[in-house]
Nanobody, 125 residues
Framework: QVQLVESGGGLVQAGDSLRLSCAAS????????MGWFRQAPGKEREFAAA????????YYADSVKGRFTISRDNARNTVYLQMNSLKLEDTAVYYC??????????????????WGQGTQVTVSS
């Protein structure tokens, strides 16, 4: 098992940047592919970004491509989401997730077995 704790959320203005962190504990962190998902009020949880176990492959939702960057530091058991040029529609609770299953569908939230508690990101005008 792995435990995940997100941090770094907050209130920012449109156009600002924010970096989220997700610290993992438990089983070997490098055993897991990691993803970031988000959920806005009244909406379903949606995929934002994912990264392979070694960090060599990344995958992004079209809505964040070019603005968000996912990375990981396996020595620090941490995955990051750098968010630039934030928009009002990026407002959501952001969750990190882990899977030790096949990474055939990185955007599929049902593929991920472990989830953090979420961190709120609010973008104001």
């Amino acid at each position: 098992q792995v435990q995940l704790v997100e941090s770094g959320g907050g209130l920012v203005q449109a156009g600002d940047s924010l970096r989220l962190s997700c610290a993992a504990s438990g089983r070997t962190f490098s055993s897991y592919a990691m993803g970031w998902f988000r959920q806005a009020p009244g909406k379903e949880r949606e995929f934002a970004a994912a990264i392979s176990r070694g960090g060599g492959r990344t995958y992004y939702a079209d809505s964040v491509k070019g603005r968000f960057t996912i990375s990981r530091d396996n020595a620090r058991n941490t995955v990051y989401l750098q968010m630039n040029s934030l928009k009002l529609e990026d407002t959501a609770v952001y969750y990190c997730a882990a899977t030790d299953s096949s990474w055939a569908r990185p955007a599929d939230r049902y593929l991920y077995d472990y989830w953090g508690q979420g961190t709120q990101v609010t973008v104001s005008s």
